[in-house]
């Protein structure tokens, strides 16, 4: 079956760099966009950016553009998202989903990794 | 940039119910842009209905969305207790291109 994996919880310090990784299997890796999502406490959904596994192009959304870099190894089928200048309010679950569709990338994501908690704290 | 937003904030139903959840957006969407997902506590969001009105697989029937333009609706058409949830709704925006998310509408027993 479909599945994405992502590796376990984090607490870091403000000022350092997290790294999230994101093991997929049961499809074919690269025919897929590799979206990353992000939630604080309590909050809403938070869209951070896609990869495309085949190319390694990623598309960052505005707020994220200078913090983040996406990448991935497709001989292990894994994804990457870094999130660098870590501060209190990155605090979240970072999830991982598969994109719908190969083709139709705006159809949104249909397979989502179990989420990595991302603790921020001096 | 495209901001969406969903009423009501919370809607308190019983089960059996029909509940119809809103989402505007400030411009107008192509309905092939327009994604609703479900979010339970302590879960990741699954993804119900994309382009607008289309079931995602697995999904059941009593789930079904509609709208174009800048108004959207998922109604489920009687609740069953596992619906008990936050619903999302998603668009897809070309300038800049990426995702948004609405705020939510949360879903409880009355």
């Known amino acids: 079956q479909v599945q994405l994996v992502q590796s376990g919880a984090e607490v870091k310090k403000p000022g350092a760099s997290v790294k999230v990784s994101c093991k997929a299997s049961?499809?074919?890796?690269?025919?897929?966009?590799m979206h990353w999502v992000r939630q604080a406490p309590g909050q809403g959904l938070e869209w951070m950016g896609w990869?495309?596994?085949?190319?390694?192009?990623?598309n960052l959304e505005q707020n994220f553009q200078g913090r983040v870099t996406m990448t991935r190894d497709t001989s292990i089928t894994t994804a990457y998202m870094e999130l660098r200048r870590l501060r209190s309010d990155d605090t979240a679950v970072y999830y991982c989903?598969?994109?719908?569709?190969?083709?139709?990338?705006?159809?949104?994501?249909?397979?989502w990794g179990q989420g990595t908690t991302v603790t921020v704290s001096s | 940039e495209i901001v969406l937003t969903q009423s009501p904030g919370t809607l308190s139903l019983s089960p059996g119910e029909r509940a119809t959840l809103s989402c505007r957006a400030s411009?107008?969407?192509?309905?092939?842009?327009l994604a609703w997902y479900q979010q339970k506590p302590g879960q990741a969001p699954r993804l119900l209905i994309y382009?607008?009105?289309s079931r995602a697989t697995g999904i059941p029937d009593r789930f079904s969305g509609s709208g174009s333009g800048t108004d959207f609706t998922l109604t489920i058409s009687r609740l069953e207790p596992e619906d008990f949830a936050v619903y999302f709704c998603?668009?897809?925006?070309?300038?800049?291109?990426?995702?948004?998310f609405g705020p939510g509408t949360k879903v409880d027993i009355k």
């Open positions: 989903a598969k994109g719908l569709d190969h083709l139709y990338h705006f159809y949104g994501m249909d397979v």
């Open positions: 049961g499809y074919t890796f690269s025919g897929y966009y």
């Open positions: 990869i495309n596994p085949n190319s390694g192009g990623t």
């Open positions: 411009q107008s969407v192509s309905s092939n842009y």
């Open positions: 382009a607008a009105s």
């Open positions: 998603q668009q897809y925006g070309n300038s800049p291109r990426g995702f948004t």
